[in-house]
């Protein structure tokens, strides 16, 4: 769906899972620790990371990466497959609320028109409801467009990370799915 601004794509990767999250913590303004920031270090993320999982939000300008990011890194030893879930806003229910809103706006603006028999808005409120309509329709195309733009640069500069492959659902095992 060209406006649903989220993605989940599974990644493969040889290293260990203490591997994967160091490698990401070293990206990583970390929530819960006492950290300084040296020069030499880009730091692309905040959030938190364990060897379990991650929740990330983007705080970096110079590469095109797209908001947040959650994950869970799962498999054994060596063979770790990573659910990574991209998403223009941290969670969906705010994408659920402008989808609400813009069919609201435009279910009452339709009953205006209809009502008096008219091509375009005939009171303030109606008027007020169009421009309330376009703002929240503008805000939604635009955040789409934006993330489709960066999804494949951020599954780039993690594959990079990790030394991973993206993968299929259907090529990680059931036990890790």
């Known amino acids: 769906m060209i406006l649903y601004p989220f993605k989940t794509q599974f990644l493969k990767t040889n290293l260990t899972r203490n591997q994967v999250s160091a490698q990401l913590i070293q990206e ?17 993320f905040f959030g938190e990371v364990s060897d379990q999982d991650f929740t990330l939000e983007t705080i970096t300008q110079e590469k095109p990466l797209v908001n947040f990011c959650t994950g869970e890194i799962r498999g054994s030893e060596n063979e770790i ?19 609400l809103l813009i069919l609201a706006c435009l279910t009452f603006l339709t009953n205006h028109l209809v009502l008096y028999k008219a091509l375009y808005p005939q009171t ?22 934006k993330f489709h733009q960066h999804t494949q640069p951020t599954i780039d500069h993690f594959c990079t990370l990790w030394q991973a492959q993206a993968i299929s659902k259907d090529e990680v095992p059931l036990i890790f799915q």
């Open 28 to 44: 990583t303004f970390l929530s819960d620790a006492d950290y300084k920031k040296s020069n030499e270090q880009t730091i692309s």
């Open 81 to 99: 497959y990573i659910l990574l879930q991209l998403g223009a806003w941290q969670h969906r229910r705010i994408f659920l609320l402008f989808a």
């Open 124 to 145: 303030l409120a109606a008027w007020i409801l169009l421009g309330t309509f376009i703002a929240l329709l503008t805000t939604l195309i635009t955040k789409a467009k």
